[in-house]
């Protein structure tokens, strides 16, 4: 609404908590996910495959919706729901954010079989960077077979992750371009 004088009157209640969940609805919808999916099911974990790769995503087709310290939190929160020492899923997440902030312009145009083989290098990088500090942080050298696990879980996730998110990303869009 525009007053006189060409000046715009604040927004309503409503527009404002419509911002607000757009702009809390990836972060909290990965965390309630992520507990969801912690469930024990005698199945490996998909909890580090699906902050992984909505983190990655995220941050490479709306960052502002995943900042650092949203990353940050899903990070804790997996370590925490998945018994790893503190620390390992932090870093990785913090990582993959900042790497991809970096390669945003570069992979936000391309087609999906090309962002899914970029998201394949994080999976691969996230799953070594946690056996390695896993290593570090143990004195001692795990299997590597539950990183190659992880790795390959991520990999094989992300097309059914991607699909509901993309779609939500271009409601958010469409919501934003009604209400702007």
């Known amino acids: 609404m525009v ?3 060409g000046q715009q009157s604040p927004p309503g209640l409503l527009t404002r908590l419509d911002v607000l969940a757009r702009a809390a609805c990836p972060a909290a919808g990965t965390a309630l996910l992520m507990v969801l999916l912690s469930a024990p099911t005698g199945l490996p974990s998909a909890v580090p495959a699906v902050a992984l790769g909505c983190v ?3 941050s490479l087709f709306r960052p502002a919706v995943m900042p650092p310290p949203a990353c940050f939190a899903l990070g804790l929160l997996q370590d925490l729901l ?3 020492p503190l620390g390992i899923g932090v870093l990785t997440l913090l990582l993959t954010h900042g ?6 312009r570069l992979l936000a145009r391309q087609p999906f079989a090309l962002v899914w083989l970029a998201f394949s290098g994080f999976a691969l990088a996230a799953a070594g960077l946690g056996w390695l500090l896993t290593a ?5 050298l795990p299997s590597p077979v539950p990183a190659l696990v992880q790795g390959a879980l991520s990999l094989g996730l992300y097309p059914a992750l991607a699909a509901p998110l993309t779609a939500l990303h271009r409601a958010m869009r469409r919501a934003e371009e009604t209400a702007g």
């Not at 790497?99 to 945003?104: A, C, D, E, K, Q």
């Not at 570090?136 to 001692?140: S, V």
């Open 82 to 84: 998945g018994f790893a």
């Open 136 to 140: 570090l942080l143990g004195w001692r």
């Open 99 to 104: 790497t991809v902030l970096r390669l945003r």
């Open 56 to 58: 990655f995503f995220w």
């Open 3 to 5: 007053l006189s004088g």
